[in-house]
């Protein structure tokens, strides 16, 4: 349930251009306003299940897309049932959108990956929530390796284009005929940043595969502790059973969202402290913050 000063969980992330978006509740597209999100390069949404807390917001941000002038088709990755909802709101609606919509529904068949454009590759998988759930982790491509400028001098390759050209992974012909592969003046390649979005859900093996090692986890802290039986009851995880798995999945940094709305504002800060009592890396995600993440140590 939104409140007055807070909203429901969506997650928005911007990587080269592109706005990749997670869930979108009641709303959704005052978030978006406020956020300052522009519509350009917003080309996929994922959404982890068919909740109305996370997926009323669509329609509306689907209505908001057709300001643009020739609007790239979107894709919206989600759990079955998500083409027929967003289907059927549209004809009961009927509104009409000026681009191609593109749906990638999870079934038994589906492997871990969801979804992959030239920038990031998406997997997901199931999680344990009262209706059918699925957690993200999404991916940036490696990026190449290291330019070694002394092996470049050895093997007399000029400065200039050719390096750039090198540098982005391309072949390059030198005067003297002779072929230069990039991997002749590049290191290994450096792993891209990796996220995980994790909300609604019971502990489960599947959250620490989606989390392992993941630069930022985005994970649901519904509940304090001692509301532990609501968790259980909802499917949900408290603050300190979130925070434990980010620990053992050795995430880099690890917000909490998704706070239920009985807990006021004033006690957010003493779920924070029971978060981080279980896990340092803890803070309790806050409406509109922003999260910058940079490339490990290479
Ligand atoms: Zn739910
Ligand atoms: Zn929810």
Redesign the pocket.
């Known amino acids: 349930m939104p409140l007055p000063n807070r909203m429901l969980t969506a997650l928005a992330v911007r990587m080269h251009g592109q706005t990749y978006l997670f869930d979108a509740g009641e709303g959704a597209q005052i978030g978006w306003k406020k956020a300052q999100l522009g519509l350009r390069g917003f080309t996929m949404l994922a959404v982890?299940?068919l909740?109305a807390?996370?997926c009323l917001g669509i329609p509306g941000l689907l209505m908001l897309r057709t300001q643009m002038d020739d609007p790239e088709p979107l894709t919206i990755v989600g759990p079955p049932g998500i083409k027929s909802f967003l289907e059927e709101s549209r004809k009961a609606l009927g509104f009409y959108l000026n681009y191609p919509l593109h749906f990638i529904e999870w079934s038994h068949t589906a492997d871990d990956l969801a979804y992959q454009d030239s920038r990031v590759r998406l997997f997901w998988k199931p999680l344990k929530?009262?209706?059918f759930?699925l957690g993200y982790r999404l991916e940036e491509r490696d990026r190449p390796g290291k330019f070694n400028p002394h092996r470049a001098a050895q093997l007399g390759i000029p400065k200039g284009s050719s390096w750039g050209k090198l540098q982005a992974g391309q072949e390059i012909v030198l005067e003297n005929g002779k072929t230069i592969r990039p991997s002749q003046v590049l290191g290994p390649a450096r792993r891209g940043r990796h996220l995980a979005y994790v909300?609604?859900t019971r502990p489960t093996k599947a959250i620490y595969n989606l989390c392992q090692n993941a630069d930022i986890a985005f994970i649901e802290g519904m509940f304090s502790p001692e509301d532990a039986e609501h968790a259980i009851a909802?499917?949900?995880l408290t603050v300190v059973e979130a925070a434990k798995i980010a620990r053992r999945a050795e995430v880099k940094k690890v917000v909490l969202v998704h706070i239920s709305p009985r807990y006021s504002d004033e006690d957010l800060a003493d779920l924070e402290e029971e978060a981080v009592r279980a896990c340092e890396k803890a803070v309790l995600g806050r409406d509109l913050a922003i999260y910058s993440v940079s490339y490990g140590n290479d």
């Open positions: 982890t299940h909740h807390d996370h929530h009262t209706q759930c909300v609604d909802k499917g949900h």
